[in-house]
């Protein structure tokens, strides 16, 4: 065989088509001719990366499992996750037992005041006091509307926890938002502001 050469390759193509044989690619007649390179490895793209991954992460595949195995394997995950549900609420009671430890003793032992947050503070007029410890304040809104510019007034109840039975009929007070004390009951009594005439 003649020695291949760019030129000469279509001449080599159109005798192995008379002859019948095979000629080899270009880049194969390149490797012959250059034995002491080794061949470049192909680029790994990021998706056969992704793919890898994932096939390593896949569980390997297995025949048929019978009844009794497969029962035998949830039974080993329940108690593996029942350790761990285990160990995760030991680690919270301890976290409770440190944070009581370090509340002073002269503050009971009960649920907090207010949730996460900054609790809302109001001011209203006391319009019932007729019950113990309980107080009705009237809260005037005053808004305007997002479309029609409109000024909207309008007036919310709040029912709020008077401890001392300090708020009377007509005074102006304030009020603070709280842990929900009876089934509509959210608000405290902060302070007097002023007194009715």
Known sequence: MAE????????????AAET??????ADETAAETTPSAAPAPAAET???????????????PRGQVSPEQREEERRERRAATAKQRRAYREKLKERRSATRTERPASEPDRAPEHGPG?????QGVVTSAKGDKTITVKIDVVRRHRR??????????????????????GDTVRVVECRP??????????????RAK
Not at 8 to 14: A, K, L, S, T
Not at 47 to 57: G, I, P, S, T, V
Not at 118 to 122: A, E
Not at 182 to 193: A, D, I, N, P, Q
Request: aromatic letters at 4%.
């Open 4 to 15: 291949e050469t760019p030129d000469n390759m279509p001449e080599e193509v159109e005798n």
């Open 20 to 25: 019948g044989e095979t000629v080899p690619a």
């Open 46 to 60: 990021r998706r056969d990366r992704l793919e890898a991954r994932r096939a390593a992460r896949r569980p390997a």
């Open 118 to 122: 900054r609790p809302r503070v109001r």
């Open 148 to 169: 029609y510019h409109k000024i909207l007034r309008s007036t919310i109840a709040l029912y709020a926890h008077d401890e001392a039975n300090n708020a009377n009929e």
């Open 181 to 194: 004390m009876s089934r509509t009951k959210r608000w405290r009594l902060t302070e007097v502001l002023e």
